[in-house]
Nanobody, 125 residues
């Protein structure tokens, strides 16, 4: 079991930055690929990016490459999503997710076993 709690969302102007954090509890954290997803109103939940169990490898959807960076600290059971050069289309609820039996190229939400409650990110133009 892994429990996840996101924090760090808020309102930011276009071009600005935000850093989201995800605190994990549970002994299986280090066995999990960690992913970030987002869901805008009226849209399906969308894969943003993921990070390997060791933290050495990351994988991103094309729309955020070069702007978003995922990192993890296994000693602190933390995962972070640094978002730079934010655009209004990045506005969504952002979710942290954990998958114990998947690869970092897994982009389907249903393959992730554990989810946080989400945090709102709003980018104004």
């Amino acid at each position: 079991q892994v429990q996840l709690v996101e924090s760090g969302g808020g309102l930011v102007q276009a071009g600005g930055s935000l850093r989201l954090s995800c605190a994990a509890s549970g002994r299986t954290f280090t066995r999990c690929v960690m992913g970030w997803f987002r869901q805008a109103p009226g849209k399906e939940r969308e894969f943003v990016g993921s990070i390997s169990r060791s933290g050495s490898t990351t994988y991103y959807t094309d729309s955020v490459k070069g702007r978003f960076t995922i990192s993890r600290d296994n000693a602190k059971n933390m995962v972070s999503l640094q978002m730079d050069s934010l655009k209004p289309e990045d506005t969504a609820v952002y979710y942290c997710a954990a998958g114990p039996y998947i690869s970092i190229t897994t982009t389907r939400a249903e393959n992730y076993a554990y989810w946080g409650q989400g945090t709102q990110v709003t980018v104004s133009s």
